[in-house]
């Protein structure tokens, strides 16, 4: 098993989050909300547990593909080049899908699903993401020649680098850091629930394939931040659950495979008369 270096960020992880509390209460900002932190780092600490179970399983399975490699690229510096651009691009595919596919949304929402934004909002995790496959958007990298042991240590760094953007103490970076990289500018962007900001910025460490495939967004005004329809529960099971009992319930109504089909896989939002509206019939108003 590669090392667990989310484990090791977390003494880190607790540090900035006391040192952000810290100076939004000396400047009076009123950020953190101490039900909805907790529900966080329960969420967090939830997702940290399952992936005791999952991860394995996972690692299992791209050790199973590996041995179909096309090449076998190593472990040096060049492939491990390789592997961070290969994997960002990956992320940013899982994330759009993610916002676009509700099966892959039931799970994701849970990280929208705060109304503040502060560094405890990065530790809401799912609980379902590894068991309805999230890990299938990396398959061809270990199809390709990146070894399972790279694949994973990069999904954990691309996370624990994930962890700072999530605040709004730090403003706007310099232009050529913003450029290329994700910031709290670009992520508090995405975690907007503003009609402007739907469905942006879905970039792990790198902005670039935003910028590239049209999804970037600029932070012009200080976002509204959690869902369209937000759950109004600090109950971690409610959290984590609540978009896949909304798609049983719809799944129960269908009329038709069709609908069942569309209810599962097409834009969260979707329903046969129209009357709930996806981010794409939002925008086109």
Same mark, same amino acid.
């Given at each position: 098993?590669?090392?667990? @270096? ?9 540090? @900035?989050? $006391? ?11 009123? !950020?953190?909300?101490? %039900?909805? #932190? ?5 969420? /967090?600490? &939830? ?7 999952? %991860? ?17 690229? /190593? ?19 899982? *994330? ?14 849970? *990280? ?7 560094? #405890? ?17 990396? $398959?061809?990298?270990? @199809? ?27 403003? %706007? !970076? ?16 995405? *975690? /907007?629930?503003? @009609? ?6 879905? &970039? &792990?460490? =790198? ?18 931040? &959690? ?12 959290? #984590?659950?609540? +978009? ?14 069709? +609908?069942?089909?569309?209810?599962? =896989? ?7 008369? /129209?009357?709930?509206?996806?981010? %794409? ?5």
């Amino acid at each position: 098993m590669p090392p667990n @270096l989310i484990m090791y960020a977390i003494p880190g992880f607790v540090l @900035l989050i $006391l040192l952000e509390i810290t100076i939004t209460t000396i400047d009076h900002r009123n !950020l953190y909300e101490p %039900k909805d #932190a907790l529900s966080s780092i329960a969420m /967090g600490l &939830g997702n940290v547990f399952i992936g005791l179970f999952t %991860k394995g399983v996972i690692l299992g399975i791209y050790l199973f593909i590996y041995q179909y490699r096309f090449f076998t690229l /190593g472990f040096t510096w060049w492939a491990w080049v390789l592997c961070f651009f290969a994997d960002d691009f990956s992320y940013y595919w899982f *994330h759009r899908s993610s916002h676009t596919v509700r099966f892959f949304w039931a799970s994701h929402v849970i *990280h929208h699903s705060s109304q503040k934004y502060t560094l #405890a909002t990065a530790l809401r995790q799912n609980w379902t993401g590894n068991l309805t496959g999230t890990f299938l958007f990396w $398959l061809w990298m270990p @199809l390709v020649g990146f070894h399972p042991i790279m694949v994973l240590s990069m999904q954990a760094i691309s996370l624990i680098y994930q962890f700072w953007i999530h605040t709004e103490v730090i403003n %706007k !970076l310099p232009r050529p850091i913003e450029f290329i990289f994700n910031t709290p500018s670009h992520h508090r962007v995405h *975690h /907007g629930s503003d @009609l402007d900001y739907l469905d942006r910025n879905h &970039g &792990g460490m =790198l902005i670039i394939w935003d910028r590239m495939f049209g999804t970037f967004t600029p932070e012009k005004q200080r976002p509204m931040y &959690g869902l369209t329809k937000n759950i109004h529960t600090y109950n971690p099971f409610r959290i #984590a659950t609540h +978009e896949w009992i909304d798609i049983w319930r719809d799944l129960r109504r269908a009329r038709s495979l069709r +609908e069942a089909w569309h209810y599962l =896989l097409d834009a969260p939002g979707w329903s046969p008369d /129209g009357s709930r509206q996806t981010t %794409k019939q939002l925008r086109g108003r």
